[in-house]
């Protein structure tokens, strides 16, 4: 089997890694990766059992996971033990607890066994906090996306409106502070910008220019002959 082409994009939430990685996954043909739709679809099960205090609870519960992710019409369907969660995992509720699950090194190890056995059988966009460093580490290209957090805030409350969800814009920003705490000094794989990984502060961009500049990079990859951009 030949090489499978790999780019990795990793950044703090709301840094613009999703729009990036889904319209380069459709525009190129690879699978798009969401991690994050793992952690969180392992994140809404503690919560629906009830166990977020009881770590040996949840870590039985991801030995045994059935997880299983659809991309389609721009959406990551997310299927866990058969169950499709797509619609549970980016409420409020998930989002505040989902960093803390994302702490315990077997929910890391577990799901990163499975996101590398994804990368083995075809060409991804993979995106997550941790996708450059420890996941995919000889990945093809690499970007670190960063943005403020005031802007990041804003554009999650927007994402938040435009689905009809109710929320606070400071509760909205206190969430992001805390997981941005929380996913970049955690022990195990704390997000953080490998020495190779092309950098870019997304706070100033609209969507396009910033896939523009990722385009550019992705057009030096050896493998990816043809972009029609
Ligand atoms: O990308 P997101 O906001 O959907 O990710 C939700 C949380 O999942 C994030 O706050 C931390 C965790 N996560 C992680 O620890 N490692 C990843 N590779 C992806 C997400």
């Known amino acids: ?103 315990i090194p077997e929910v890391r190890s577990e799901l990163v066994k499975l996101q590398r056995k994804i990368g083995e059988n075809v060409d991804i966009v993979a995106e997550g906090r941790d996708t450059t460093t420890v996941v995919f580490p000889n990945a093809d290209l690499k970007v670190f996306l960063t943005a403020d957090i005031d802007e990041r805030a804003k554009r999650r409350f927007e994402e938040y409106l435009s689905k009809g969800r109710k929320v606070a814009f400071e ?25 190779d990984a092309f950098e870019l502060d997304t706070t100033n961009l609209t969507i396009d220019e910033e896939i523009q500049k990722i385009i550019d990079r992705v057009k030096q990859i050896k493998f990816v002959k043809e972009l029609n951009t």
């Open 171 to 195: 509760d909205v920003r206190a969430n992001l502070s805390k997981r941005d705490r929380i996913d970049s000094s955690r022990e195990h794989s704390p997000l953080s910008k490998a020495d």
């Open 1 to 103: 089997m030949s090489k499978k082409i790999i780019i990795a994009i990793d950044g703090p939430a709301a840094s613009g890694k999703s729009s990036a990685a889904k319209y380069l996954a459709e525009k190129l043909g690879f699978t798009y990766l969401d991690t994050g739709a793992m952690y969180r679809a392992v994140t809404y099960l503690v919560l629906k059992n009830n166990i977020q205090n009881d770590t040996k609870a949840i870590v039985e519960l991801v030995k045994n996971l059935d997880i299983r992710l659809e991309f389609k019409n721009g959406v990551t369907n997310v299927f866990v033990n058969g169950e499709d969660v797509t619609d549970f995992i980016r409420s409020p509720e998930v989002s505040s607890m989902v960093s803390e699950v994302s702490v």
